[in-house]
């Protein structure tokens, strides 16, 4: 699969830590370096991810607060939870 540089930055953030939820905000400073800005371009970038990814995309809109890196069994096992 190739990606554009920002959607393989916006991938890395996820697989960073995929426990976190993170707001389009904080992808928007983290990933472009903006304080500031059109947040649809977050979400314009997550919808391309997703479609390059597929079926097993993974990411998931948390409802009013961001998105997250999908977890599974797997990741349960391999990273267990820090709480």
Known sequence: VEFTAREFDLLAVFLANPHCVYMREELLSQVWGWNFGDLSTVTVHVKRLRAKLGAQHRIDTV??????WARTDLDEKV?????
């Open 63 to 68: 409802w009013g607060r961001g998105y997250a």
């Open 79 to 83: 990273q267990p939870d820090a709480n």
